[in-house]
């Protein structure tokens, strides 16, 4: 098992910045691929980057490339996700995921274990 935790949501105007992170406890946090997806009222849970479990590779959502940057401290357990120039579209439940070794993974479904989620609101 996997425990994920996310923090650092809130409200944030437009334009404006929030660095997410996401603690995990458990396993071998370096052999998980880890994913930041999110959820609007409404909408689906859609994907917004990931980043491999070596770290030498992440990638984004069309929607979020150039404004996010996610990335991983193995050494502390931790993934992060760096959000820039945020517009109220961003809205949403954002959450943590993981899945043993996977590459590039964008589907939601094929993530195994996931945190609780942290509230981002934009405000125009």
């Known amino acids: 098992q996997v425990q994920l935790v996310e923090s650092g949501g809130g409200l944030v105007q437009a334009g404006g910045s929030l660095r997410l992170s996401c603690a995990a406890s458990?396993?071998?946090?370096?052999?998980?691929?880890m994913g930041w997806l999110r959820q609007a009222p409404g909408k689906e849970r859609e994907f917004v980057a990931g980043v491999s479990w070596f770290g030498g590779s992440a990638w984004y959502a069309d929607s979020v490339k150039g404004r996010f940057t996610v990335s991983r401290n193995n050494a502390k357990n931790t993934v992060y996700l760096q959000m820039n120039s945020l517009k109220p579209e961003d809205t949403a439940v954002y959450y943590c995921a993981a899945r043993y070794r996977g590459a590039r993974l964008t589907d939601p479904s094929v993530y195994n274990y996931w945190g609780q989620g942290t509230q981002v609101t934009v405000s125009s």
């Open positions: 458990g396993r071998t946090f370096s052999d998980y691929t």
